[in-house]
Structure formats: structure tokens, C-alpha cells
């Protein structure tokens, strides 16, 4: 990848607008949005439905180039990445956990955190040993250290969810990306999840992004910030 590191937070949005097409005009889906996430902290966006959370996600994951303003990754300015860069630095530096995990039916959950070190292209000859051990250590960090042989259909919701967020973890990202993980879940369960990925923020050190409509994932942020109309503002609730 041909552009600089920067020094600053883990995740930087700068004054980023995005609009869409709507008839005759455009529909603005974020305007004029500033975020600064520094690594190991988790911040959490809540606001209503249609408000932009899913558009601020996109962008910060560099799947949508905004009109204009800011996206910084890790200290790269993702402005001037050409397409294949930017899917280079989607696979080395950002992990996005799914409100769906979308786990592979044939796959063990060991293998699904496996595939990723071959889709990443970093591996070398002779590392499949270090990978099956790191998708193992991981696998036991978010608590599922006896179900790394299990397939999708032998786990519960919960722990589908986890083995979602292990894998994105697999190549140790800076910036962490969470669309609303426990929207399928009971309270329980949910809070459990949540509670695990404010700890693996803190632990690895990466800056966390949650979308969430879930009150339970308020008191686990370190910053809680609102989202209407395209706008970020002051959130309510954080710890």
C-alpha cells in the first residue's frame, strides 16, 4: 500500500458528507460527521432508524467513498486508496462483526476464523500450524475454547455471535466495526456478548465502533454519541 501512516487515533471522520440520489435531488445520509475513536475504546452510536448509523459504518469501513471529508484507518488517509487498496486495507487493519455472523454451514468454527489468514494473503508456507493455534486462542478468549470443532448448526445464537467476532479479530485489527450484534438475541445472552467486546477493546487495543439499539450496550462504552438525520451529536447513558 502506497500511502503514509499518519499519527492519530485508530479511527478518525472528518466533516464527512455522503449523499445518495432521490428523484430529482439528492437524500443526505451523513452530514458533515466528525468522529475521533482512539484504540482501546469503544464508542457507542445510537439513534433511530434511518438516522445513518448504517451509512457511518460503511464509510468508516471504506465500503463508500463519501462526498467529501475525512476517513483515517489505522493513520492512513483512505481518501486516495484505489479500490484494491482499500480492500487490502479492509482485510489487514478493520474487523466487521455482522448483526447476522453469516458463519459457512460446512465450515468448524475453527475453520472460520482459518479461512480468514488465507483470504488475508499474508500466509506463508508452513504457518497453517501458527493460524489453527491463533484461531484457537481466540476462539478461547471469547469463551468457546471447547467448541472450536462444532459447525454452525451444533452452537447456540450467542455463540455463533462470538465465534462472528473472534473472526474478525483473526488479523489483528485496529479498528473494530459492530452493526447491532445482539439484535437477535435474548437480554441475556445480548449483554453477555456486549460485555465481551468492551473487555476485547480494552485488551487488543482496538478502537471499537458499536451500533446498537440495545441500552445494555451503553453502560459497557466509554463514549456514547446520537444519530439523527444524518448528524452526530451528544448520546445519553454513557459510562
Known amino acids: 500500500m502506497?500511502?503514509?501512516r499518519l499519527l492519530s487515533s485508530s479511527l478518525l471522520l472528518a466533516d464527512v458528507t455522503l449523499t445518495y440520489p432521490d428523484g430529482a435531488g439528492r437524500l443526505t445520509a451523513l452530514d458533515g460527521v466528525g468522529?475521533?475513536?482512539p484504540g482501546g475504546t469503544l464508542t457507542a452510536v445510537v439513534g433511530p432508524s434511518?438516522?445513518?448509523k448504517s451509512s457511518l459504518l460503511a464509510v468508516a469501513a471504506t465500503l463508500v467513498t463519501p462526498d467529501r471529508g475525512r476517513v483515517v484507518v489505522d493513520g492512513v488517509e483512505t481518501?486516495?486508496?484505489s479500490r484494491a487498496?482499500?480492500?487490502e486495507l479492509r482485510r489487514r487493519r478493520l474487523g466487521i462483526v455482522f448483526q447476522q455472523p453469516n458463519l459457512l454451514a460446512s465450515l468448524t468454527a475453527s475453520e472460520q476464523l482459518e479461512l480468514m489468514a488465507h483470504v488475508d494473503g499474508r500466509r506463508r508456507r508452513g504457518a497453517a500450524g501458527r493460524v489453527r493455534e491463533r484461531a484457537r486462542e481466540l476462539l478461547a478468549a471469547v469463551?468457546?475454547?471447547?467448541e472450536a470443532g462444532r459447525r454452525p448448526h451444533q452452537l447456540s445464537g450467542g455463540q455463533r455471535q462470538r465465534v462472528g467476532i473472534a473472526r474478525a479479530l483473526m488479523n489483528g485489527p485496529a479498528v473494530?466495526?459492530?452493526d447491532e450484534p445482539t439484535s437477535a438475541l435474548d437480554h441475556e445472552r445480548g449483554a453477555a456478548v456486549l460485555e465481551l467486546l468492551?473487555?476485547?477493546?480494552r485488551e487488543r487495543g482496538t478502537a471499537t465502533v458499536l451500533v446498537t439499539h440495545d441500552r445494555a450496550g451503553l453502560a459497557v462504552a466509554d463514549r456514547v454519541v446520537g444519530m439523527v438525520d444524518g448528524r452526530l451529536g451528544a448520546g445519553a447513558g454513557a459510562a
Do not use: I, Q
Open 79 to 81: 481518501a486516495a486508496l
Open 143 to 146: 469463551g468457546l475454547a471447547g
Open 50 to 52: 434511518g438516522s445513518g
Open 2 to 4: 502506497s500511502s503514509g
Open 198 to 201: 468492551a473487555g476485547l477493546t
Open 35 to 37: 468522529l475521533d475513536v
Open 176 to 178: 473494530l466495526l459492530v
Open 85 to 87: 487498496e482499500k480492500a
